[in-house]
DNA sequence: AAGGCATCCCCCGTTTAGAGGGATTTTGAC
DNA sequence: GTCAAAATCCCTCTAAACGGGGGATGCCTT
């Protein structure tokens, strides 16, 4: 009722099946009240566990699952592609209180439509959630800027701008002969510059200067 | 001249500098005098283009830019890197009314803190503003959508886990026998692991074998 | 029992990688 | 216009890696 542009693609029934998995009962609960309060949601289950919601899910058969990160037992981001195979029009949303990356990406890897923070407030997670039913993704900020940096090139790189060329196409396995067809000029011009980037980098290896460059986001 | 003091310090003045670029004037002026409808906004230039904008940009030392990805002359995304040059602080926020993939991650890549779509509704504009200001990210569903689809691996994938272990290394880049100690295995186990990889994968190269499995997801 | 998986073992010839020493020509900034 | 940096190309050398071929062995799951 709010913002009609969140709302044009499902017409048949206007009821989001949500489950939610979470193992603290009061945050739990509390999400489910208040989606409750909406008209716009049903809550088909709420369990503490990925174990416990295994056996209900199937029948369930919610459109968005909300699943937390950290869990007792099975971990939100093992469950995903679990839950994924079972129930492949899930469409999942992660709940985390850290935005620890390694877990954001591994969740973003197996298959997540959302990652948010639970400190979002409450009429943001039902408009991502609503985003997600439309086919939408849903990112808290956090998560966006971390998404973002992880794509940031370090515009302060050491290389010249053929030297990175170059060690981009070495990081993508290629050999010294083969990049060197593709950028038109001879396999000694390609030797040079590696060995250039070599010294620059301090390295003597293809994998240590694709780490090097990798972790410095020169590539 | 008259408002220097935003330059530096964010807390003590609340009000939130923006610069715009946007080419169709009508939505330029339609921005401007919605955020100046708003008290925590102040607009301290418009510009109907890159180049137009370039002379005046460093006096309005903008906190945010929001910068039209569809521009006539100097496209929104190549004018990303220039003005982080001159101006480091500012955090650009791209418009757009397509979701181009190209444009996406070319933007990311060059340092944008956001990116909208122009069908946005506009109190969430300002909310993303604010999210962006306050070192956070922005996005629009559609958006986080293919980035997150950029990131989701292909879970029918041909390889076995331990295939797809090795094959993710030899696309760092690790040599048959690295690979073979980080994995604790020997290094005729890695060749033959490579063998049956190229075999599955229909290839017979390092460089060909990483091509099919990103271009199939299934590293 | 069968099949997939992971592990390990040889053969062979060819290519590449890395390190060392150079030279030349564009290009761009001041 | 000058000067340095960047990009181009050249040569030799050894050791390592690569790709293809043929196998064999246990270990699970079905």
């Known amino acids: 009722m709010m913002y009609s542009a969140t709302s044009h693609t499902r017409p048949p029934d206007p009821l989001i099946n949500v489950c939610i998995i979470e193992d603290d009962e009061i945050i739990r609960k509390g999400y489910v009240s208040l989606l409750q309060a909406d008209p716009d949601f049903?809550?088909?289950?709420?369990?503490?566990?990925?174990?416990?919601?295994?056996k209900?899910?199937?029948?369930?058969?919610?459109?968005i699952l909300l699943l937390d990160i950290q869990?007792?037992?099975?971990?939100?981001?093992?469950?995903?592609?679990?839950?994924k195979k079972t129930l492949p029009q899930v469409r999942i949303?992660?709940?985390?209180?850290?935005?620890?990356p390694e877990f954001i990406f591994t969740a973003l890897k197996n298959g997540a439509s959302g990652y948010l923070t639970k400190n979002t407030n409450f009429s943001k997670i039902k408009d991502h959630i609503k985003e997600v039913v439309n086919g939408g993704g849903a990112m808290s900020a956090g998560i966006a800027l971390q998404v973002m940096q992880h794509f940031?090139?370090?515009l302060n790189t050491p290389l010249t701008k053929r030297e990175t060329e170059i060690l981009e196409r070495v990081a993508d396995g290629k050999s010294r002969s083969k990049i060197a067809?593709?950028?038109?000029?001879?396999?000694?011009?390609?030797?040079?510059?590696?060995k250039n980037i070599y010294h620059k980098l301090d390295v003597n290896s293809r994998d240590e200067a694709i780490k090097v460059a990798r972790?410095?986001?020169?590539?």
Do not use: W
């Open 42 to 54: 049903f809550i088909s289950g709420d369990y503490p566990s990925v174990e416990a919601s295994l």
């Open 56 to 63: 209900h899910l199937e029948a369930a058969c919610p459109d």
């Open 71 to 83: 869990l007792p037992g099975m971990k939100g981001v093992d469950a995903l592609p679990l839950i």
């Open 93 to 100: 949303i992660m709940l985390t209180v850290h935005e620890n």
């Open 152 to 154: 940031q090139k370090n």
């Open 181 to 194: 067809a593709e950028l038109f000029i001879d396999l000694e011009t390609v030797k040079s510059h590696i």
């Open 215 to 219: 972790e410095g986001r020169y590539i």
